[in-house]
């Protein structure tokens, strides 16, 4: 069983940063694909960002030029920068591995 450990969301004035982490256990992480996704209040999960095993990456329109996926696999962890972060980027965030496992999710507000 994996477990999707997700970190580093919180408060942040609008046009602030934060960088998520999701910390995987097991040893299945290096050639699996990895998404963040993310849901707001009354609103569907929608994805966020994308990354291959192979580093490949992609993202959402809403997001591109702002957002940062990265994954590093020595320590099974993919990161989400999130950078000019605006009020509409509250959300949940979650990490998912593959089709296969969910994180519990990190709570991300923007507000002044």
């Known amino acids: 069983q994996v477990q999707l450990v997700e970190s580093g969301g919180g408060l942040v004035q609008p046009g602030g940063s934060l960088r998520l982490s999701c910390a995987a256990s097991g040893n299945i992480f290096r050639d699996k694909n990895m998404y963040w996704y993310r849901q707001a209040p009354e609103k569907g999960r929608e994805l966020v960002a994308s990354i291959s095993a192979a580093g490949f990456t992609g993202y959402a329109d809403d997001v591109k030029g702002r957002f940062t996926i990265s994954r590093d696999n020595a320590k099974n962890t993919v990161y989400l920068q999130m950078n000019s972060l605006k009020p509409e980027d509250t959300a949940v965030y979650y990490c998912?591995?593959?089709?296969?496992?969910w994180g519990q999710g990190t709570q991300v507000t923007i507000s002044s």
């Open positions: 998912r591995l593959s089709t296969l496992y």
